[in-house]
T-cell receptor, first 114, second 112 residues
Framework: DTGVSQNPRHKITKRGQNVTFRCDPI?????LYWYRQTLGQGPEFLTY????????KSRLLSDRFSAERPKGSFSTLEIQRTEQGDSAMYLC????????????FGQGTRLTVV | AQRVTQPEKLLSVFKGAPVELKCNYS??????LFWYVQYSRQRLQLLLR??SRESIKGFTADLNKGETSFHLKKPFAQEEDSAMYYC??????????????FGKGTLLTVNP
């Protein structure tokens, strides 16, 4: 599968623990996005990278959340001191750098905080 | 701020019947509109975009700027069309990050 890859697919964690998710975009895609989707809602934008630079963060991204894309390839999203409200599907998408290109989504990481 | 509204959470039709999934948006600039589809246990994927003006899997959608709508239509629904459909908006040329704003989605069920 040469699409966007996310790991793990599922994560169950206890409240207060830290978790980290990984996204591997399609190889030639410069732009990478993280979205969060809760039950009954559409995906909501969290943050955006162009190469290794994080260019925008949503106000949904509290200071417990941090995202990196150290070499402009894969990205990680870390949540510290997880809360039950963090339970959601975390989606990654990538697209090429030019013009009106399509964003391709990964299958997501489903986080459950118990 | 931009917003996308999909008024129907659930839509159920019979095979062969016409289907219309509604989408309304609010955005002060020139938007790009998309329909994404998610089949059971599959990832979110692009179905169509307004700038392409094409029909995909028999679906079409026309951007109506006067009514700020981008409804998705298909004249004869098939069982394999059963899926979750999301309307999404992307800020036009002024929004260099090209992030998407999604509606809450409509679950379409096509009954045999």
């Amino acid at each position: 599968d040469t699409g966007v890859s996310q790991n793990p697919r599922h994560k169950i964690t206890k409240r207060g623990q830290n978790v980290t998710f990984r996204c591997d975009p399609i190889s030639e895609h410069n732009r990478l996005y993280w979205y969060r989707q809760t039950l009954g809602q559409g995906p909501e934008f969290l943050t955006y990278f162009q190469n290794e630079a994080q260019l925008e963060k949503s106000r949904l991204l509290s200071d417990r959340f941090s995202a990196e894309r150290p070499k402009g390839s894969f990205s990680t999203l870390e949540i510290q001191r997880t809360e039950q409200g963090d339970s959601a599907m975390y989606l990654c998408a990538s697209r090429r750098d030019s013009g009106n290109t399509e964003a391709f989504f990964g299958q997501g990481t489903r986080l459950t905080v118990v | 701020a931009q917003r996308v509204t999909q008024p129907e959470k659930l839509l159920s039709v019979f095979k062969g019947a016409p289907v219309e999934l509604k989408c309304n948006y609010s955005y002060s600039g020139s938007p790009e509109l998309f329909w994404y589809v998610q089949y059971s246990r599959q990832r979110l994927q692009l179905l169509l975009r307004h700038i392409s003006r094409e029909s995909i899997k028999g679906f079409t959608a026309d951007l109506n700027k006067g009514e700020t709508s981008f409804h998705l239509k298909k004249p004869f629904a098939q069982e394999e069309d059963s899926a979750m459909y999301y309307c999404a908006l992307r800020a036009g040329s002024g929004g260099s990050n090209y992030k998407l704003t999604f509606g809450k989605g409509t679950l379409l069920t096509v009954n045999p």
